[in-house]
């Protein structure tokens, strides 16, 4: 009986060493794991694994349940789908653009500027002319100012050639060239669809051709540069309003007088 319980005792007092050891080993496979997914601080980590070292097998151990070499570099890649979205020579490019985007927006600024002090200047200068209704300034757009005139305060019907009235019109234009040389003009006749068919004009075309070429040789004669002033005929083809009222095909009947920034370039 006695020895019986002996063998018990024995038994009983040795047990605990196989869940120590199942303890353990899921301990290492758990180091192991966090070693493979954490970014490693060498330092450390090799202090951590000699304390583990010394508490299994009592001090420093040749033979050492990890070996760490005394440098282990971490390699760092990006992934591809970073480098697909962020490529360098885009980041290169869209860096070298910046420069450029901001000088092109002051210079748009700058030019709006400029329009705006145009349209201002010119509606000072034919002030009379647009409190008696016969001139309208335009909104500068599309680098473009336009200058509307009256066609029947110009020309009577069927005629090409201006009232001796309007030459005072004409000379405000000549004098805001002459101030603004950085400038071109175009001088674009219309008409409204209204038919005519005459010996010397056979077609509203025609009329509005040598309408706005009679404007343009008044205004070249007053001193602006003839590579500076074109003269185009529109006919009925650009209409502003319906040509089925009297009132719209008043306002078709026009000059337009269009001013544009000459390119140095």
Do not use: C
């Amino acid at each position: 009986m006695t020895r019986k319980r002996e063998l018990l005792a024995e038994d009983e007092s040795g047990s605990w060493i196989y869940t120590f050891a199942d303890l353990m080993t899921l301990l290492l496979v758990f180091f192991v794991l966090m070693f493979s997914l954490s970014k490693i601080e060498v330092d450390q980590f090799e202090k951590t694994m000699r304390s583990l070292n010394e508490a299994f097998e009592g001090g420093d151990s040749a033979n050492s349940l990890i070996d760490m070499p005394h440098e282990a570099p971490v390699k760092t890649e990006i992934p591809d789908e970073i480098k697909e979205v962020l490529p360098a020579s885009d980041i290169a490019e869209d860096a070298a653009k910046k420069p450029n985007e901001n000088e092109a927006k002051f210079q748009d600024v700058a030019l709006d500027a400029e329009w705006t002090r145009m349209a201002e200047e010119a509606g000072e200068e034919l002030s009379a002319e647009i409190a008696r209704e016969s001139v309208e300034v335009g909104t500068p757009k599309d680098g473009k100012l336009v200058i509307y005139v009256k066609g029947d305060v110009v020309f009577e019907p069927g005629s090409a050639e201006f009232h001796k009235e309007m030459m005072t019109t004409f000379d405000t234009i000549v004098l805001l060239m002459k101030k603004n040389p950085d400038y071109k003009l175009k001088v674009n006749g219309h008409t409204d669809n209204t038919p005519i068919q005459t010996a010397r004009f056979p077609s509203n075309w025609d009329l509005s051709a040598i309408r706005a070429t009679n404007v343009m040789r008044y205004l070249i004669r007053g001193g602006v540069e003839l590579d500076r002033v074109t003269a185009t005929g529109y006919g009925a083809s650009t209409p502003l309003a319906s040509n089925r009222t009297v009132e719209g095909r008043s306002r078709n009947r026009r000059l337009e007088l269009v001013l544009e920034k000459e390119d140095k370039e």
